[in-house]
C-alpha cells in the first residue's frame, strides 16, 4: 500500500448548542497522511484550531474500534462515511485524494437533537430499550445454562441481531428517521431465543409505541439503513418485527406492564 | 384484542398501507384482465360484455364500494405517513446519499402515487364517472369500447396514460415487495421470489395497460 | 493503618459460603431507604446497578458516554471463562483458581481468587438467561474454546464480540431497573469528587458535560466501576475517554491504590503508523492458535515478507520456548517482540513490528481441505485457495479488521503487530467485600486491584467484572449497610458537599485560567511517551527514576502552561480531557514509584535487573510476596502499605514455558 499526503476542504456543522441555530464553517487541513482514520484527521484539524487558540469541532468517540456505537457523523451524504459495514472511527483517509473537500453534518433527526457541532443525543434509543428490550430476569433467578438447548441456527441468527451498536445510521441514513432497523434487531434479538418467549408480545407493542412517542418515523421499507449499517443488521429484522407486532396485535395477550 | 394499534401506531398504518396496497393489486389483476379484452379485436363485443357485467352485477358494484374506501385509506394514509416523516427531520441534510443507498422509486413512493391518483381522477372522471351518471339518471350504460376508441385517438390522451402506467409502474416496483415486508414476509427464503414476482408484475401489468391506448391510436386495434 | 483483607477463616472452598451464609441482611422496606452510588456502566457497573436495583436498593448510575451500553467493556473480543466442565476435559473451580493463581505470577489472593472462579458458573447461566447469544454446537449446547494457554477447553464465547454481548446483556437489565424507577441513569455526566462525610464516603460531586453544571449527589456507598487506567500510556487499546479520574480522586480522599505498576501488555496489535495514531486496535490472542510469528535473520532488512526464503527467517517464540512455542503467555510473547525490535530486527516502516504469518496455516488447512474432499494432483494456487477459505471461516471478521486499518491483505502478506497496553491489573486496593480502606467506598471490576496479581489470563476480566458485579456485591455491601439503615439521607446542602463542590469548582477554573500555549492532547502524548519508554515493557531503576522527574517536572508545566478553549459551563471535550489528563499525570507519577520499588519482575512487570540468563522474569519472593497499597499524602508523597500474600493451598513455582 502506497502512503500518501494530501490536502483537505472540509465543510463542518456547527452549533453552538440545541438551542441556537447552527452552520456550515470551512476549515483546510494540510499534510493528512493517507494511514490517519477519518477521526485521526479531525484530531489533527482540532489540534490547529487550539494551537490558534479557537475552539475544536465537537464529536462523539470513544472505543475507535468499530463496536461502541458512540461515533457519528454524516460524511458528504453517508453515514458513517463511504465504506461498507463500517463505522465512522474505522474509515481511514486513503479513501480520499489531494483537493478533496468533504462535507460533514451531525446526525439529522429531530428525535437526535443536536448538543453540540456534531454530537446529537442519541438517549431516545435508551428509553425504547426500557420500554421492553429486555428479558426479565433478575439476578440469581437464572438455571443452569444448558438446561436448554437452543437451535443454532436460531442463535446464529440472534446473535446476527444482537450485534446492534445502537449508533443510530439508520436512523440517520433513512429518508423518515425511522428507527425500525434498530427496534427490529433488539425485538428479533429476544424474540428468537426460548428466553424472550414469556415477555415476546409485550415488548414488541411496548417498544414500536415509545419508538412513535419519540418522534421517529415509520419505516417504508427503502432500505438505506440495511445499506448505511455498519454492522450490516439486515431488513430481515424489520419483516420479522412486523411478524412479531402483527402476532401481538391479533393474538389478544399483548397489554401493557 | 388490540385493534386500536391498527390505527394509532406507526407499524399498524403501514399494515393498513400493505393491506389495501395488496387488495388494489389484485384490482389491477382483475382490472387489467377485463380490458385486456380490446385485445381480441372483436370490436369490442367481449369487452362490452365484461364491462356490463362489471358494471351491473350488485357483488362486483359492493365491492366496488369496497375498492374506493381501500382506495382512500391508501392515499390518505399515504399522505398522512409521508407527511408525518417529512416533518420528523426539521433540518434536512446539505449533501444527501441519492441513489448510493437506496433505489430513487423507494423514496418517491408519495410522489408516484400523487401521479397516480392525479391520473385517476381524470381517467375516472373520462371512463368510470360518465358511465356511473348515465347509469344512475336511467340513461344506461355508455358505450365505453367507443368512447376508449374516440379518446384514444387524440396523442395527448394516449401520452397521458402511458406516463400514468410509467408512473404506476415504478409505484409497483417498490409497492409490491414493501407490501410483503410490512406483513413480515420477506424473509430470507422467500425475498428473491416475492421481488422477482414484484419487478414482473409491475412491468407486465402496466404494459398491457399502456398498449391499449398505444394500440387504438397506432389502429392495431379496430 | 494496618490493611485487613477481611478474608474469612476456614478451608478455601467454604470461604464464600460461609461468608454468605453469615453475612448481615438489610430487610427489604430498609434497603428501600438506602442510596447506592454506582460510577461507571462497564460489565462491573452496569451489573452492579441492576443487581442492586432487583434487590430494592435507590440506585443512581453515571456515565461519561452518552449511554451506558457504550462502556469500553463492549470492545472485549476472545471471550469469558468459567468452569462448568461441559467438555469434561476435567476442569474445576479449583482448576480456574489454580490457573488464575499461577497466571498472576503468585500475586493475588487465595481467598478472592477462589471465590471468582466458583462464581464464574453462575454469571453464565444468568447471561444465558438474560439472552446473551453465546455460540453453540449443533445439539444447541453452549460452545467452548480452549485460551490463553490453559490446557482445558473453558471460555465461552460469541463470536468476536463477546463483551458485546455481555455487556448489552447487563445493560438491558439495567434499563429494565432504569424503566422500574429502581435505578436514576445520568449519562454524560462525570464523578469528580468523592464526598467525605464522618470519615465516611457519602457521595459525589459530579458534572454534568453537557451543561457543564456541577451536581451533588447523596449516596450511603459510593461504587467506583470506572475501569482500567491504560490510557496513562496515551496510546492503548483502551476507549479514548477510559480514564482514572474516579479512582484518582478516591484516592486522594484516602483510598489505597494497589499495584499501580502491574500493566498488561497484549502482545498482538496493529502497530503505530505514524505520530498521527491516537488509539491502538487488539487483533484478538486466538490468531496466536494459527499464526506463526517471526522476524528477518537479517538486521534491518527492507526485503518484502514474501521475498525472504523460508531459512532467513527467525521464528523467535518457536526458537526460545519449543514447547509452547507462538502460545506463551501474553506478557512473554510480548517482551520478546520488543527484544527483537530493540536489536534491529523489527519490520515496516517504522521497524517497530513483527510479522504474523498465516501462510502456512493456510497452506496446511488448504491440503486438508483438499484430502477431505478427496482432490489430488491439485496445485498450490487451489490449495491456497481452499486454505483461505477456512482460515476466513475462523477468523474473517479480524482481517476484515486489519484490512480496513492497514490497507494490507493479512491473506497474501503477513499482518505486521506490536504489543500495546491493554489491561490494568493494578487499581484500588479492596478487601474481600471489594470495599476500599475507606468506609462506605468500593470498588469493582478493573477498577480494583483484586483477582488478577500480576498479569491477568486471557478471557478472565469479563469474569471478574460480573463476578463483581451480579454475585459479590449484592452480599458484601448487604453486610456493611445493614448498620447504616438508621442513617437518613444526608441533605447536599451539607457543608462537606459544600466544600467538595468548591473544591471541584476551584480546579476547574485553576485548569481554565492557565490559558497557556499548549494543548492538553500535547501534554497526554508527552506522558505517554515518557511512561511507555520508562515504565512500559521493561524497567529499569534508572530509567524510572528519570521518569518520576520527568513527570513531575511535565506536571508543573501541565499547570502553567495548557490551553483550555471553551467555557466551563457548555459542552467542553477539551475541560474534560484537561482533568483526566491532569489526573494521569499524577497518576503515572506513583506507577513509576510502585514498579522502582519493587524490586523484582513478576507478570506484566519486568525489572530488567531482575531476569534470569536466558530473559526470563525473575520473581522475589521472598522480599516482595505483597500486595503494594499506596496512601496519598499529598503531592508526589506517598506511602508504601503492604499486605502480605499467604499461600495457604497452592505452592509458588517460577513458571516456565521452554
Known sequence: MEHYNMNLTLKVWKQKNKNEKGRFETFNVKNISSEMSFLEMFDVLNEQLVAEGKEPIAFDHDCREGICGMCSMYINGRAHGPWHHTTTCQLHMREYKDGDTIVVEPWRANAFPVIKDLVVDRTSFDRIIQAGGYISVNTGNAVDANALPIDKQRADESFAAATCIGCGACVAACPNASAMLFVSAKVSHLALLPQGEPERKMRVVNMIEQMDKEGFGSCTNIGACEAECPKGISLENIARLNREYIGATFSGSAQHE | ?222 | MTLNSKIPAGPLETKWEKYKSTCKLVNPANKRQLEVIVIGTGLAGASAAASLGEMGYKVKAFCFQDSPRRAHSIAAQGGINAAKNYQNDGDSTYRLFYDTIKGGDYRSREGNVYRLASVSSNIIDQCVAQGVPFAREYGGLLSNRSFGGTQVQRTFYAAGQTGQQLLIGAYQALERQIALGNVKMYSRHEMLEIVMIDGKARGIIARDLVSGKLERHFGHAVLLCSGGYGNVFYLSTNAMGSNVTAIWKAHKQGAYFGNPCYTQIHPTCIPVSGDHQSKLTLMSESLRNDGRIWVPKEKGDTRKPNEIPEEERDYYLERRYPAFGNLVPRDVASRAAKERCDAGYGVGSSKQAVYLDFASAIMRYGKVEAGKKGVENVDDATIKQMGDEVVKEKYGNLFEMYEKITGEDPYKVPMRIYPAVHYTMGGLWVDYELMTNVPGLYSLGEANFSDHGANRLGASALMQGLADGYFVIPYTLGNNLADDIRTKAIPTDHPAFMAAEKEVSDRINRLMNIKGKESVESFHKRLGKIMWDKCGMARNAKGLQEAIEEIKALRKEFWSNVFIPGDINEYNPELDKAGRVADFIELGELMCVDALHRNESCGGHFREEYQTEDGEALRQDDQYMYVAAWEYKGDSNFELHKEELNYEVVHPSQRSYK
Request: contains cysteine; hydrophobic residues 50%; proline residues 2%.
Open chain 2, 1 to 222: 384484542m388490540n385493534w386500536k394499534q391498527l390505527f394509532s401506531t406507526s407499524v399498524g398504518k403501514k399494515l393498513q398501507m400493505s393491506l389495501t396496497g395488496l387488495f388494489l393489486i389484485l384490482f389491477l389483476v382483475v382490472h387489467c384482465y377485463v380490458n385486456a379484452q380490446v385485445f381480441r379485436n372483436d370490436g369490442g363485443k367481449s369487452f362490452n360484455a365484461y364491462a356490463h357485467f362489471m358494471g351491473t352485477d350488485y357483488i362486483i358494484r359492493t365491492i366496488e364500494i369496497g375498492l374506493f374506501a381501500f382506495l382512500f385509506i391508501h392515499v390518505i394514509q399515504g399522505l398522512v405517513l409521508y407527511f408525518r416523516n417529512r416533518s420528523l427531520r426539521n433540518v434536512r441534510y446539505a449533501v444527501s446519499a441519492g441513489n448510493k443507498t437506496s433505489h430513487w422509486y423507494s423514496r418517491s413512493m408519495a410522489l408516484l402515487g400523487t401521479l397516480i391518483l392525479l391520473f385517476l381522477i381524470l381517467h375516472l372522471s373520462t371512463f368510470w364517472g360518465p358511465n356511473r351518471y348515465s347509469q344512475t339518471i336511467g340513461n344506461g350504460e355508455l358505450p365505453l369500447y367507443d368512447m376508449m376508441k374516440d379518446d384514444f385517438s387524440q396523442l395527448w390522451v394516449v401520452i397521458v396514460y402511458v406516463l400514468g402506467c410509467f408512473a404506476l409502474s415504478w409505484h409497483l416496483v417498490h409497492g409490491f415487495y414493501s407490501a410483503f415486508q410490512t406483513l413480515g414476509l420477506g424473509t430470507f427464503r422467500y425475498k428473491a421470489a416475492i421481488k422477482f414476482v414484484g419487478v414482473a408484475f409491475a412491468i407486465i401489468i402496466p404494459l398491457i395497460f399502456a398498449l391499449m391506448p398505444i394500440s387504438f391510436y397506432l389502429n392495431w386495434i379496430n
